[in-house]
């Protein structure tokens, strides 16, 4: 948690008006009052808090939007943006101070309406004897849309050097009444609140702790349920289609779901297992194209950046071509996603999960760590053997299926990684992340190359600026097939580091079967 | 970080006037902001409101670390804190003298200061001694008001003898016209010759009676009267500076 609830924030009493606290104050200090202020402000965030994980608020009142700091309150900037509908992104912001700070944080997230508050207040300086500004008190009301009653706050800034002010100001804030500490940002998370959300209530990463005495079966129907919500949270944002990572995070736990289903054998019934492969099969196939598609656009600013000015139209006119392919390709999926099919399979799914197995599988019983080490461990044996195979001729599908292997063992670390020391764990999942880095990058390559690949086929036969345009592609392939090349040798080195024997022992010491010695 | 000294030999020349109200502008815009009253006098410090630390003086000050930071008070502008001077500073020279590296010690004292502003602004009192060999050596630039004429000059021709003596980059040096009077021919004149140097800026400070009254007020012209000639050509001779030094 990065914001923290300033420590001198206080709730103002019911017994005590404004006009009150300001008397009291006026006995020993100046006051200065600021014009009073009221508006209703709509808090933004995207679906995974990135704002608020740095510490930040932001939120719009009509096109004026203010991010400012969630603990000192004190703002950042203050600027014209977009209207805040369902949704906008950092690219639909002006140039300027704000669309900078936010373009690296929300990357291609998009903002979404969180919370309604109306806050009104103002703020008030305190003046010693030479009128000098010694504190600042804010008086603010915030009151969540759909709530009845306002958070009436007092808060106290000081101003540096004039701690024995601040003093003063507290002692008469005590004698007053004032003495409920408060968070100044009561107003945003009971409105997010009234919304159904919370503060850092989604993430990406999987995060689940598991407890070492429970039995297989309990601990994967707890992973799987796990998987299974943060699919569910991610619907609504694919169906809406705000941006491209809902769709991304969802087909992550399709992916999850179907990696533990695959490598995890014999917990559940086989009957079950089966039924479900099928279905998260299914919903893997028919999220792909959309997020095939999704994948290219994303490379369109990359690849675009690599040709000459010139030459860029011809590129443009075909992204364009590909971005109506997944208007297309979207609708089939919000179709397929609505189906009843999809939802009931999905409830199945769950019942199953939460329901006593009629007849449980065999290892269903087995504690979860006799079986997570084995299941990781063979992971580990398969990403070695299968890397160790690998030179500079390897065919890029079978790097492709490495890059999957890694994956596999990834997720496998993730799912029981509460179940082993933590500092151990972290220095292989870095060492198994250079690789997987590597292998990504090494496919963004393979998917640049595929797409130019594409453009060449669509370009008409005959005139001279076809020509043109052939041969600054075919130089563009040359230099993304050079790069991958290049990464190819990158590629081993890692892998025999990956597969080095003291990387291998600390797989085998957390992993093997330590419980039968312990 | 960038330290600015508004430094002429000559006093009454507006380099108090000036330092205050770029303090404001750089805090208001550009980052936090210290200024430090270098002038026993203390007029910047009166432009604030803020009184002299108790325990504090020319020897603390160039003690530097904390008992620096405990003196450092917040003004009522946001981003703008100031370092009071205080009247020791009229024998600061005699407590320079005793320190090693003695032309060195307020870049030092001034350095751990980086973490936490992006500015520091120096106004500095008039004349040429060990603490202005402290201040230019210090300072990434200093800014010099001329009030266009003939005396101020010779006064200018001194500044850069020194600098030359000191070993210090004539470069440094930024000047601008100060208490311009319209009518006054010589003025103009004297502008006119002054240009052909380097490094003088476009803006102008004209002889005003806002500024005058600054001590009247006592707070930035731009806090004060914003809608005001002054205030506009102190916030326009602020853009200049931070075009020059691209910060
Ligand atoms: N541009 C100006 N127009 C009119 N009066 C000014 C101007 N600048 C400064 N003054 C006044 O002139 C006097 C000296 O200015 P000050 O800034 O204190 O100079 P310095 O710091 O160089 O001694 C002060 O009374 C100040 O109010
Ligand atoms: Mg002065």
Redesign the pocket.
């Known amino acids: 948690m990065t914001v923290h609830p300033g420590a001198d924030t206080w709730l103002l009493p019911d017994s005590l008006s404004v006009e009150g606290l300001l008397a009291a104050l006026a006995a020993e200090f100046g006051l200065e009052s600021a014009p009073e202020y009221g508006a209703t402000v709509v808090y933004a965030d995207s679906f995974d808090w990135r704002l608020y994980q740095q510490g930040c608020l932001l939120h719009s009142h009509g096109t004026c939007w203010t991010l400012y700091h969630g603990d000192s309150g004190e703002v950042t900037v203050q600027q014209g943006g977009p209207e805040l509908q369902a949704s906008c992104r950092a690219r639909d912001f002006p140039p300027g101070g704000l669309r900078e700070l936010l373009e690296p944080v929300l990357g291609i997230r998009c903002l979404l309406p969180l919370a309604t508050v109306h806050l009104s207040g103002r703020q008030v300086r305190l003046l010693n004897k030479d009128d000098k500004t010694v504190a600042r008190i804010v008086v603010e009301s915030q009151q969540p849309a759909g709530s009845e009653r306002p958070h009436r706050l007092v808060r106290l800034f000081g101003v540096r050097g004039y701690g024995r002010d601040q003093e003063n100001v507290r002692r008469i804030l005590a004698e007053a009444g004032v003495a409920e500490v408060a968070s100044p940002l009561i107003g945003f998370t009971e409105g997010c609140r009234a919304m159904g959300r919370s503060p850092l209530d989604y993430s990406p990463k999987f995060a689940l702790e598991l407890d070492g005495g429970e039995t297989a079966r309990e601990a994967m129907a707890r992973i799987y349920l796990t998987l299974l919500d943060t699919i569910n949270r991610n619907i609504p944002g694919v169906l809406a289609d705000y941006d491209p990572e809902f769709l991304h995070d969802l087909r992550v736990a399709v992916r999850r779901t179907r990696s533990g289903l695959s490598l995890v054998k014999q917990v559940l019934p086989g009957p079950v297992s089966d039924r479900f492969s099928r279905v998260f099969s299914r919903l893997g196939a028919f999220t792909g194209p959309t997020r095939d598609l999704d994948v290219y656009l994303l490379a369109q600013e990359s690849c675009l950046g690599r040709l000459p000015p010139s030459l860029r139209p011809g590129l443009q006119e075909f992204f364009a071509g590909m971005a109506r392919r997944r208007q297309i390709e979207q609708k089939k999926l919000v179709r397929a996603l609505r189906a009843k099919k999809t939802r009931a399979a999905l409830n199945a799914w769950q019942q199953t999960l939460k329901r006593r197995d009629r007849q449980p599988a065999p290892l269903a019983g087995m504690p979860v760590r006799d079986l997570a080490g084995r299941i990781v461990l063979k992971r580990f044996k398969r990403v070695v053997r299968d890397g160790h195979a690998l030179d500079a001729a390897t065919p890029d599908a079978e790097v492709h299926r490495l890059r999957i292997q890694c994956k596999k063992l990834r997720y496998a670390m993730e799912f029981f990684g509460s179940l082993y020391p933590r500092h151990e764990l972290q220095t292989l999942v870095r060492h198994l992340k250079q690789l997987q880095d590597i292998l990504g990058n090494f496919n963004d390559l393979s998917v640049q190359q595929e797409m130019l690949r594409l453009t060449l086929k669509t370009l008409p036969a005959g005139s001279r600026r076809t020509l043109d345009q052939a041969a600054a592609l075919g130089g563009l392939l040359q230099s993304l097939f050079q790069e991958q090349q290049e990464l190819r040798a990158h590629f081993t080195e890692a892998f025999a580091q990956f597969g080095d024997e003291e990387t291998t022992a600390l797989f085998h010491e957390l992993f093997g079967k330590r419980q039968e010695s312990a | 970080m960038s330290v600015i000294a508004v430094y002429?030999i000559?006093?009454?020349?507006?380099?108090?006037?000036?330092s205050v109200n770029l303090a404001y502008f750089s805090a208001q815009h550009h980052g936090k902001t210290l200024l430090l009253d270098m002038?026993p006098q203390g007029?910047a410090s009166f432009y604030f409101r803020i009184r002299p630390p108790k325990k504090f003086g020319a020897k603390k000050l160039l003690k530097g670390g904390r008992h620096i930071e405990e003196n450092i008070k917040g003004t009522d502008y946001p981003g703008l804190d100031m370092l009071p001077a205080d009247f020791s500073y009229r024998n600061i020279d005699l407590a320079l003298d005793e320190c090693r590296k003695s032309h060195k010690r307020l870049s030092k004292v001034l350095a751990p200061l980086q973490e936490e502003y992006d500015r520091i602004i120096l106004?500095c009192p008039?004349n040429l001694t060990l603490l202005s060999e402290n201040i230019f050596y210090a300072a990434d630039c200093i800014l010099a008001?001329v009030i266009p004429t003939t005396l101020s000059l010779l006064s200018l021709e001194q500044l850069f003898a020194f600098l030359d003596e000191i070993g210090q980059d004539p470069d440094k040096v930024v000047l601008f016209f100060?208490?311009v009077e319209k009518r006054k021919k010589m003025h103009a004149e004297m502008m006119r010759s002054l240009r052909e140097r380097n490094r003088v800026l476009q803006t102008v400070?004209?002889?005003?009676?806002d500024?005058?009254r600054?001590?009247v007020y006592r707070q930035p012209v731009a806090a004060a009267l914003p809608a005001s000639a002054?205030a506009a050509a102190y916030e326009s001779l602020w853009h200049e500076i931070r075009d020059l030094l691209a910060i």
């Not at chain 2, 000559?10 to 000036?18: E, M, N, Q, R, S």
């Open positions: 002429n000559k006093g009454g020349v507006g380099k108090t006037a000036t002038d007029s106004d008039p008001p100060s208490m400070i004209p002889y005003s009676a500024i005058e600054m001590g002054a």
